[in-house]
């Protein structure tokens, strides 16, 4: 929270206090919808005259909310004093108390460069991205990946010792129809020998299930493979490793393009296999608290009062389920992380009533305490007509649109190099650089088309919208930071570059750039809130709506004196007052797409 909000409530908490008025009332500042009415708004005199007439204390001293508010109001001036916080505190409508905040103080606030945010640790266990083996990414699984990326970069980047770990989908009884499929509908030899060994085993999970349609019976065998692979069968697990080997060289490449990297089992993350051994002590501690029931062969978890539809943890043959896996993974979390533990799962919204019944059993096991655990949804990609899906063979492979993303944003480069050939009449200089800006934006384009909006949300797929390079767009971002990158640079070939310990407290910034300074203030805000909600759609807003009020700044005034002129010493004030607005505006937006994984370019 930052010194200012704390301020302000502290200020109200003394003026109620010295009003003889309740202080059972949590004060809540919102900001105003236009900045005609200040900075900040609190309707604290409309909560409290409501509880004091409901409770008759001082009942007859105020007449209403708004006669309470100027009383409040009196005060808060007599509070203010010398402080230099506020240029203005009134009182709005039926009672509403709005705080602006001064210019000066603004000033040495949004331009000082301090860092972000810095908060006491607290511990997290950010589970993300947790693609199945034998399956290659599909774009189905990128919102995973970068939203679980970016959550676990918010936490961090606001004090969280953050374990980043990558559950993936090693164990099940998709292994049985797996190995069905390679020993019987497949070739091993042609598949060790496939440049996509993966892609080759899709096709396969897709024909076996083409296959069931038309033979339920396959269900049983595959099955009874994943039974093998439980018990050790020696064939069983060396087909299953192979799996897992042609995956994890896949997903590497990916993940090394993506920018996302897991601190846990050396990188690799904790698999469901790895507890494979770990499930006999949990469903052990389920018998022995008499949480489990029999029912038509199978074990199952009943809720309270049917809180819940029943959890299964075992089949009817014994074998394990996800919630088994999931189980001795949160146990072994406890033990190896500490008892304190944070645990947020990212994981698709279709999830969500089973996280609730895992939550709450572990709840009901004493293992973790209310709001100890965190389910972050995320919403699907899908066809503008039907939901992806890997057994009926309609996906996108990641892969494709990755590089599909690259090829777009050249092609708008290389546009661009030509028009300014033209108007130039200087050769196109297509070089190294422009090739990884390439690779850069388009990736910037994708993950910012996901990170711009509420992770719940589904999208459904659309090209051109992904790939959109205009308006609220990741190349609009990474050109907004390039622009104000380009200016300082040209500042420091001209011999200013220190201007950040220059006094600019006196200055007077217009519209434009009062504007800008408003925006930069609330990084912390925007931050911290992104972080305490897991939802990084919160930065992207801002740093959006911070890009658009420095465009319309740069937009319409100059920065730079010129190379050749002298400047006089008001201008060169100025000079040097809109470049410390412009590199905080830089860092700013550079540190924040850093955070959502985008990659800034210095040239567009």
């Given at each position: 929270m930052s010194a200012v909000i704390e301020k302000i409530q502290e200020s109200l908490k003394l003026a109620l206090q010295e009003l003889g008025l309740p202080m059972e009332i949590t004060i809540h500042l919102e900001r105003p919808a236009s900045d005609q009415f200040g900075d900040y708004s609190t309707n604290v005199a409309l909560i409290t005259f409501s509880q004091i007439k409901n409770q008759?204390?001082?009942?007859?001293?105020?007449?209403?909310?708004?006669?309470?508010?100027?009383?409040?109001l009196e005060i808060l001036t007599r509070f203010q004093g010398d402080q230099n916080f506020f240029s203005k505190i009134e009182v709005a409508g039926p009672g509403f108390i709005n705080f602006t905040l001064s210019t000066r103080f603004l000033i040495q606030e949004?331009?000082?460069?301090?860092?972000?945010?810095?908060?006491?640790?607290?511990?997290?266990?950010?589970?993300?991205?947790?693609?199945?083996?034998?399956?290659?990414?599909?774009?189905?699984?990128?919102?995973?990946?970068?939203?679980?990326?970016?959550?676990?970069n918010l936490l961090e980047a606001t004090g969280w010792k953050i374990y980043r770990d990558n559950h993936l989908g090693d164990w099940g009884t998709q292994f049985g129809k797996q190995i069905y499929a390679i020993k019987n509908l497949g070739d091993e030899n042609k598949i060790d020998q496939s440049?996509?060994?993966?892609?080759?085993?899709?096709?396969?999970?897709?024909?076996f299930h083409q296959e069931a349609e038309q033979k339920p019976e396959l269900e049983d065998e595959a099955r009874a493979w994943f039974k093998k692979l439980e018990e050790g069968d020696p064939e069983a697990r060396r087909l299953w490793q192979k799996c897992i080997d042609w995956s994890l060289k896949e997903f590497a490449r990916i993940y090394q393009r993506l920018g996302v990297q897991f601190t846990?089992?050396?990188?690799?993350?904790?698999?469901?296999?790895?507890?494979?051994?770990?499930?006999?002590?949990?469903?052990?501690?389920?018998?022995?608290?008499?949480?489990?029931?029999?029912?038509?062969?199978?074990e199952l978890v009943f809720f309270p009062n049917e809180k819940l539809p029943p959890l299964m943890i075992l089949k009817k043959d014994g074998a394990s389920l996800y919630a088994t896996r999931d189980l001795a993974t949160d146990k072994f979390r406890l033990s190896h992380y500490g008892s304190d533990?944070?645990?947020?799962?990212?994981?698709?919204?279709?999830?969500?009533?089973?996280?609730?019944?895992?939550?709450?059993?572990?709840?009901?096991?004493?293992?973790?305490?209310?709001?100890?655990?965190?389910?972050?949804?995320h919403g699907f990609y899908r066809f503008k007509d039907k939901k992806m899906s890997t057994r009926k063979g309609n996906v996108i492979w990641l892969e494709e649109v990755l590089d599909e993303a690259v090829k777009r944003a050249k092609q708008v480069a290389t546009s661009s190099l030509e028009a300014a050939e033209v108007v130039n009449r200087v050769p196109t200089r297509h070089t190294e650089e422009t090739e990884q800006n390439a690779e850069k934006i388009g990736l910037g384009a994708l993950k910012w088309n996901d990170l711009k909006r509420s992770s719940h949300l589904d999208i459904t797929f659309?090209?051109?919208?992904?790939?959109?390079?205009?308006?609220?767009?990741?190349?609009?971002?990474?050109?907004?930071?390039?622009?104000?990158?380009?200016?300082?640079?040209?500042?420091?070939?001209k011999g200013v570059s220190d201007f950040s310990r220059e006094n600019l407290a006196e200055y007077a910034p217009n519209t434009?750039?009062?504007?800008?300074?408003?925006?930069?203030?609330?990084?912390?805000?925007?931050?911290?809130?992104?972080?305490?909600?897991?939802?990084?759609?919160?930065?992207?807003?801002?740093?959006?709506?911070?890009?658009?009020?420095?465009?319309?700044?740069?937009?319409?005034h100059h920065i730079l004196v010129g190379k050749e002129e002298p400047g006089s010493p008001e201008q060169k004030k100025t000079e040097l007052?809109?470049?410390?607005?412009?590199?905080?505006?830089?860092?700013?937006?550079?540190?924040?797409?850093?955070?959502?994984?985008?990659?800034?370019?210095?040239?567009?």
């Open positions: 008759g204390i001082h009942g007859e001293s105020f007449k209403n909310p708004r006669e309470l508010a100027d009383k409040i949004s331009l000082s460069q301090k860092p972000m945010f810095v908060a006491p640790q607290r511990s997290a266990v950010v589970e993300f991205s947790s693609p199945n083996i034998a399956k290659p990414f599909t774009i189905g699984h990128l919102r995973s990946t970068i939203i679980g990326h970016a959550v676990a440049a996509e060994p993966v892609k080759d085993l899709v096709e396969l999970y897709v024909k846990e089992n050396d990188g690799k993350g904790y698999g469901e296999s790895f507890f494979e051994e770990k499930m006999g002590s949990v469903i052990e501690e389920l018998r022995q608290k008499k949480l489990l029931t029999e029912s038509e062969g199978a533990i944070k645990v947020i799962n990212e994981v698709g919204a279709e999830q969500a009533e089973y996280f609730n019944q895992l939550y709450e059993l572990e709840e009901m096991l004493g293992w973790y305490q209310l709001n100890q655990r965190v389910h972050v949804k659309d090209w051109d919208e992904i790939l959109s390079m205009d308006g609220n767009s990741g190349p609009y971002m990474q050109y907004t930071y390039a622009r104000g990158a380009s200016v300082l640079k040209k500042a420091a070939e434009e750039e009062i504007s800008v300074l408003r925006t930069l203030f609330r990084n912390q805000e925007a931050l911290e809130r992104a972080a305490a909600e897991f939802a990084p759609h919160h930065l992207s807003t801002y740093l959006f709506e911070l890009a658009q009020h420095f465009n319309s700044f740069y937009n319409k007052f809109r470049l410390a607005l412009t590199a905080a505006v830089a860092k700013t937006i550079q540190a924040g797409l850093e955070i959502l994984g985008i990659e800034t370019v210095e040239n567009m």
